[in-house]
């Protein structure tokens, strides 16, 4: 579950991402949560019919300041962007 607010004064908002029942507590940044939040947001009413771009900032809370670049095309199309730091890397085996 995603939820959000607009800053006041313009699009950008901060979102904040839960799934207690996968054993997440909080995911510090959520790019298909910010997908989901950005596509709601266009056919809500709450973005521009033109294309919109906007930051979403989010994991403040849980001591990771992570900042993400949306953009919604005309069309529906939602772009999440921005950078990363890789935190667990590995191979799983089946």
Known sequence: MSVYARYPG???IEVRSFAPSCGINE????GSGNGAVA???RFSGALPD????YRSTQGRQVGRDGQVAITVGQDGRVTVGGACVTC???TITI
């Open 39 to 41: 596509f709601h947001r």
């Open 27 to 30: 995911d510090p940044v959520c």
């Open 50 to 53: 033109e294309l919109a771009a």
């Open 88 to 90: 667990v890397d590995g």
């Open 10 to 12: 313009g699009q950008d």
